[in-house]
T-cell receptor, first 111, second 114 residues
Framework: GQQLNQSPQSMFIQEGEDVSMNCTSSSIFNTWLWYKQEPGEGPVLLIALYKAGELTSNGRLTAQFGITRKDSFLNISASIPSDVGIYFCAGPSSNTGKLIFGQGTTLQVKP | NAGVTQTPKFQVLKTGQSMTLQCAQDMNHEYMSWYRQDPGMGLRLIHYSVGAGITDQGEVPNGYNVSRSTTEDFPLRLLSAAPSQTSVYFC?????????????FGPGTRLTVL
């Protein structure tokens, strides 16, 4: 079945640094979603992308829908301690329409 | 709006016990789903429902049952708990199946099976 692979698996950065993470698949996705999960909570949607090449921002977060439709990227600028959490990419399977999630990138920010 | 609520927040079971994880939403969403989250594996779909009276299996349905008698509630039943079902369980809802950008998750139930 379709899978989403996220990298890196984890990141430990200094406050103020920029962060980049990505999500790749061997098959095409027509929608990309980026979620953040804070400790002890459920995931919350950050950004949704619907068109190849699309670049969308939400505050200090910017996400891009890859041109090949097989990848997506999330950047966080000037990280702050409250950015800590697990970031998931997700997309609906072209076969079933059900959401598939990547395994997540865990971000830790040192003040 | 309370959004998506889940109870209990924590639960410890012994192997072979049964229990029901509760999920409710007050947004009149047609689509509800259950996921489990295991370290390094993201979220995997257990069961889902596109409306009252309609349920279907997801990626990892074995050992779990669901029913949807009302729009608001979507309980997940473990008939005979096994250690492999130790996980964090999330319920989610969205208005219709394809409104992916409007999916809301509950706070989760952390289940340990001894």
């Amino acid at each position: 079945g379709q899978q989403l692979n996220q990298s890196p698996q984890s990141m430990f950065i200094q406050e103020g640094e920029d962060v980049s993470m990505n999500c790749t698949s061997s098959s095409i996705f027509n929608t990309w979603l980026w979620y953040k999960q804070e400790p002890g909570e459920g995931p919350v949607l950050l950004i949704a992308l619907y068109k190849a090449g699309e670049l969308t921002s939400n505050g200090r977060l910017t996400a891009q829908f890859g041109i090949t439709r097989k990848d997506s990227f999330l950047n966080i600028s000037a990280s702050i301690p409250s950015d800590v959490g697990i970031y998931f990419c997700a997309g609906p399977s072209s076969n079933t329409g059900k959401l598939i999630f990547g395994q997540g990138t865990t971000l830790q920010v040192k003040p | 709006n309370a959004g998506v609520t889940q109870t209990p927040k924590f639960q410890v079971l012994k192997t072979g016990q049964s229990m029901t994880l509760q999920c409710a939403q007050d947004m009149n969403h047609e689509y509800m789903s259950w996921y489990r989250q295991d370290p390094g594996m993201g979220l995997r779909l257990i069961h889902y429902s596109v409306g009252a009276g309609i349920t279907d299996q997801g990626e990892v349905p074995n050992g779990y049952n669901v029913s949807r008698s009302t729009t608001e509630d979507f309980p997940l039943r473990l008939l005979s708990a096994a250690p492999s079902q130790t996980s964090v369980y999330f319920c989610a809802s969205r208005e219709v199946p394809y409104s992916y950008n409007e999916q809301f998750f509950g706070p989760g139930t952390r289940l340990t099976v001894l």
